[in-house]
């Protein structure tokens, strides 16, 4: 893995939001748009456009990712970018870290089939598997305190925000 520096390179972002707060909130967006088919789109977050389609097990072609799919990968990128950063931050070694997520979904409550059918993940599981040689089990309790305090998504899936819909119609 390449070492860098976090501290040196976080140093004047911290300093510029202790500063000034308000530089500190963002906002970032996803743009879903229309394809041929109603069981596809497009997913424009900005800096790349994503294929999303229907799970296999509600119609789709199965080519490309569910929004399932999006959603866990979104958690497995932040808790494993989070955990590799909390660790050099705090000058754990890592030989290896590879985070995997797995969520348990009913698709009758998505297809409507069954009303007592969730619809929506009903378990998530997050599993990290860490080669850290020489690490005492006291600074890996600790990683794994911080790396679960400051990963943005599994923070947000186990506090979630309000979430206000609008609907504009042409």
Same mark, same amino acid.
């Given at each position: 893995?390449?070492?860098?520096?976090?501290?040196?390179?976080? *140093?004047?972002?911290?300093? =510029?939001?202790? +500063?000034?707060?308000?530089?500190?909130? #963002?906002? !970032?967006?996803?743009?879903? &748009? %229309?394809?041929?088919?109603?069981?596809?789109?497009?997913? /424009?977050? =900005?800096?790349? #456009?994503? &294929? &999303?389609?229907?799970?296999?097990?509600?119609? =789709? $072609?199965?080519?490309?990712?569910?929004? =399932? /799919?999006?959603?866990?990968?979104? !958690?497995?990128?932040? &808790?494993?970018?989070?955990?590799?950063?909390?660790?050099?931050?705090?000058? #754990?070694? !890592?030989?290896?870290?590879?985070?995997?997520?797995?969520?348990?979904? +009913?698709?009758?409550?998505?297809?409507?089939?069954?009303? /007592? $059918?969730? @619809?929506?993940?009903?378990?998530? *599981? @997050?599993?990290?598997? !860490?080669?850290?040689?020489?690490?005492?089990?006291?600074?890996?309790?600790?990683?794994?305190?911080? $790396?679960? *305090?400051?990963?943005? @998504?599994?923070?947000?899936?186990?506090?979630?925000?309000?979430?206000?819909?609008?609907? %504009? @119609?042409?």
């Amino acid at each position: 893995m390449i070492r860098v520096n976090l501290r040196e390179i976080q *140093r004047p972002l911290k300093q =510029g939001y202790r +500063d000034d707060p308000e530089t500190a909130r #963002i906002t !970032l967006t996803a743009r879903g &748009a %229309q394809e041929d088919t109603p069981m596809a789109c497009s997913v /424009d977050i =900005g800096r790349a #456009i994503y &294929a &999303a389609q229907a799970h296999t097990g509600v119609g =789709g $072609a199965g080519t490309a990712a569910c929004s =399932g /799919d999006l959603l866990l990968g979104a !958690l497995a990128a932040c &808790a494993q970018i989070t955990c590799q950063m909390v660790a050099t931050a705090m000058g #754990i070694e !890592l030989d290896k870290v590879e985070v995997t997520v797995e969520g348990d979904l +009913d698709l009758r409550g998505t297809l409507g089939v069954s009303q /007592d $059918a969730e @619809v929506g993940f009903s378990a998530i *599981r @997050v599993s990290f598997d !860490l080669e850290a040689p020489g690490v005492s089990m006291d600074r890996l309790e600790q990683l794994k305190e911080r $790396a679960e *305090r400051y990963c943005v @998504v599994m923070r947000t899936l186990t506090s979630p925000p309000p979430i206000d819909t609008t609907w %504009q @119609v042409d």
